[in-house]
């Protein structure tokens, strides 16, 4: 079964104090997440950027949520939509769903209640994450997010291991950074930063450490991916065999280049 990873939420709420609780507890699940605190800003986001669940406060600054998801709907989003209220009136909650919404959450809430509809959504949508996740003889455990390596425990932050799940959901296809910024990292993130390879590189010295045969590997000018050597070339091996088969026709010398 193929799973494509896609961990990226927009969260609607204008209070900051609960906004970055929120924000910081799904980032520790390996969630990317963007934050607006109004209904203008929210429909921004989701007009230039791809998401794959809105947290949707109800009461928010200008449009509010209930306006907010009847235009999404409108516009064509079909991404889940979590409305969060302090109001428990039956008829908002009706309210609610009639303009699009998939579920109601009413505040004060448990963070893990947050986690298990949000769980419950992508499970619907069909993107709820396996329990594990098998490249090789690593192993993801998705609900943990413990990983291990031919038996060996493998420790890694929050966003190191946020990169390798997304790696293992599609492995043995090419990633490029692109693709990796968007489901990996927020807004924020800087496209010109050397950030994903500093976090590539810390990743494959984790898992591939004292290992005959690495699993993460990468293709020069396209990105990276992660499974065996029998199920991925890597760009330099491939790059060296092709060039050196060319250079054999025409009995040109081949020249090394050593770093």
């Known amino acids: 079964m193929s799973y494509h990873a896609r961990m990226r939420l927009l969260l609607v709420e204008d209070d900051a104090r609960i906004a970055r609780f929120v924000a910081k507890g799904l980032r520790e699940q390996a969630y990317a997440v963007d934050v607006a605190a109004t209904g203008d800003d929210a429909l921004y986001q989701a007009a230039i950027n791809t998401y794959d669940l809105v947290i949707l406060d109800v009461m928010i600054p200008g449009r509010d949520g209930f306006e907010v998801c009847r235009e999404l709907r409108k516009s064509g989003q079909r991404m889940p939509i979590l409305m969060l209220t302090a109001r428990d009136a039956v008829e908002d909650r009706i309210s609610g769903l009639d303009h699009g919404a998939d579920d109601y959450l009413t505040k004060p809430f448990e963070f893990r209640e947050l986690l298990a509809r949000l769980r419950a959504l992508l499970r619907r949508s069909g993107e709820l994450r396996p329990a594990k996740i098998n490249v090789g003889d690593l192993v993801l455990d998705t609900a943990a997010q413990s990983v291990s390596r031919a038996g060996r425990s493998v420790t890694l932050t929050a966003k190191e291991y946020a990169l390798l799940e997304f790696l293992a959901r ?69 790059e060296e065999n092709t060039t050196s088969r060319a250079r054999a026709k025409t009995g040109v010398p081949i020249r090394k280049n050593h770093a």
């Open 170 to 238: 599609n492995a043995g296809r090419v990633v490029g950074r692109a693709e990796i910024a968007e489901h990996v990292w927020d807004e924020s993130f800087d496209p010109f930063s050397n950030l994903i390879e500093v976090y590539v590189n810390r990743v494959r010295g984790k898992i591939d450490a004292d290992c005959a045969k690495p699993l993460l590997h990468t293709r020069r000018g396209a990105g990276y991916v992660l499974g065996s050597a029998a199920d991925s070339v890597t760009p330099d091996s491939g």
